[in-house]
């Protein structure tokens, strides 16, 4: 599916807000969630429409007992880390799910069982020097069957704060698909579903923070490779 | 306490002084904050899931991750009671879902067992809190809320009002209105498209006369 359409992304978000959306397609859309800002950006704007609906909620005052079971535990974990662990330990339950979707995938491809062999794919810098990225290449991996994908830089990528790394499938004809945006410029992006249909490249792009605002490629093609599936 | 969806955004800004402070690890803040939203997130967990002790279990999991991810709040991005809030119901959707693959602990409260056919999480809850009905007109005081819900049908609200205040899935709800599956499946999507567009328009005129 291509996340990065605005009718899906709200259709999905929706779903997951009002709490209808249910068991693993929920993991699977807290799974994506990191690399899609599509998704998250439709999600905010059903919280933000939904969430004050609790506010008609009588309050109910916890026993005395929750808030001294939660000083415990960050008492806890004040000795075991440091602040920048414990920020870093939200991330990475965060991405947990990713991870484990990533593994899940490694898994897959390098699953000798698969009917037909992954394709590796290099995207060559394309030397649009502005943007601050690496010449180094980014890597994607598909599996045979073309559903699924991971993708990431060689090394990590210089990028100035303010801007993200999106990966776009280009298809033969239309418009390009978002596949999601490289966190942190050196991340992974891992998906699957049919989103690399009639595409015969792989593009990387600049743009702002966390992706795209507008669905399409808004910044200059910072890195390209050509597949056939 | 928060009462309407005024006060929401009215509180929103001492709450994100408070998030602000609790993400850099000061514990004082984080000790108000709770003391401030805690009531409010146990209503909202509460409705969800019904177990006051699981529901205590999860208020614990919500302030613990509130406190790992303070430092990630955007409030630009976000209302603090909007992000607080989703933590909360998001932990308690998960809670039913781990409830289902454990056996129950607990037996359902006495004379509470009526036909096994009506006996959903409906039927198990003996008190007079209002119904989810109640609390969506309650929550649609807001004059666009309001206007925006009266463009729902009956049935369309009553749905929503499952979803939403009972944490029910769409078989769930399905059962409850003794509806087919993808009538209730549509009212749902209907019924929030219709919000969208409606509060989305609301929001857009307030906008433009300057509020």
């Known amino acids: 599916m291509d996340y990065s359409r605005k009718d899906l992304a709200d259709a999905l978000a929706a779903e997951y807000v009002s709490g209808t959306m249910r068991g693993g397609a929920r993991r699977r859309f807290e799974a994506l969630l990191p ?3 599509a998704l998250r950006e439709a999600t905010l704007a059903w919280s933000e429409r939904l969430m004050p609906l609790t506010a008609a909620l009588a309050p109910v005052e916890p026993s005395g007992d929750v808030w001294r079971r939660i000083s415990d535990r960050l008492d806890r974990r004040k000795s075991v880390g440091a602040g920048a662990w414990e920020r870093l330990s939200f991330w990475r339950g965060l991405t947990a799910f990713a991870s484990v979707a990533a593994i899940g995938l490694a898994v897959l491809l390098a699953n000798p069982r698969a009917v037909a062999p992954p394709i590796v794919v ?7 020097a502005a943007s601050g990225a690496a010449a180094a290449p980014i890597v994607a991996s ?6 699924s994908l991971v993708a990431r830089p060689i090394a990590p990528v210089a990028l100035r704060p303010d801007r993200s790394l999106e990966l776009w499938a280009v298809p033969t004809q239309g418009a390009p698909r978002s596949l999601g945006v490289l966190p942190g410029g050196g ?3 891992a998906l699957r579903g049919k989103v690399l249909a009639g595409a015969d490249t792989l593009a990387v792009t600049v743009e702002p923070a966390g992706g795209s605002p507008t669905g399409a490629p808004t910044g200059p093609i910072v890195y390209a490779g050509k597949f056939a599936l | 306490m928060v009462r309407s969806p005024a006060d929401w955004t ?3 800004h001492d709450l994100s002084r408070l998030l602000a402070r609790a993400g850099v690890g000061d514990r004082a803040a984080f000790a108000t904050l709770y003391e401030r939203t805690s009531p409010h997130l146990l209503a ?6 019904r177990d006051r002790a699981q529901a205590e279990d999860v208020l614990q999991e919500v302030y613990v991750n509130v406190w790992r991810a303070a430092s990630s709040f955007d409030a630009a991005q976000s209302q603090p009671l909007t992000w607080l809030t989703s933590i909360a119901r998001n932990r308690a959707i998960d809670s039913l879902r781990r409830l289902q693959t454990q056996p129950r ?6 004379g509470e067992g009526r036909d096994s056919e009506d006996d959903d999480v409906y039927d198990t809850v003996a008190d007079e809190s209002p119904g989810p009905l109640d609390l969506l007109s309650r929550a649609a005081e807001a004059r666009s809320l309001a ?4 463009q729902l049908s009956p049935s369309q609200r009553q749905s929503v009002a499952l979803t939403f205040f009972q944490g029910l899935s769409h078989a769930e709800v399905a059962t409850q209105m003794r509806q087919p599956l993808g009538t209730v499946k549509s009212w749902v999507r209907r019924s929030l498209a219709t919000l969208k567009t409606c509060l989305d328009a609301a929001v857009q005129g307030d906008r433009a006369s300057g509020k």
């Not at chain 1, 290099?122 to 649009?128: K, M, S």
């Not at chain 1, 598909?142 to 559903?147: A, K, L, N, P």
């Open chain 2, 105 to 110: 602990t607990r037996a359902a409260p006495a």
């Open chain 2, 10 to 12: 009215e509180r929103s």
């Open chain 1, 122 to 128: 290099v995207l060559a810098a394309t030397g649009a």
């Open chain 2, 147 to 150: 206007a925006c819900m009266d």
């Open chain 1, 35 to 37: 690399a899609h800002p």
């Open chain 1, 187 to 189: 991340g992974v992006v």
């Open chain 1, 142 to 147: 598909i599996s045979g069957d073309g559903t």
């Open chain 2, 44 to 49: 909202v967990v509460l409705r969800i899931n």
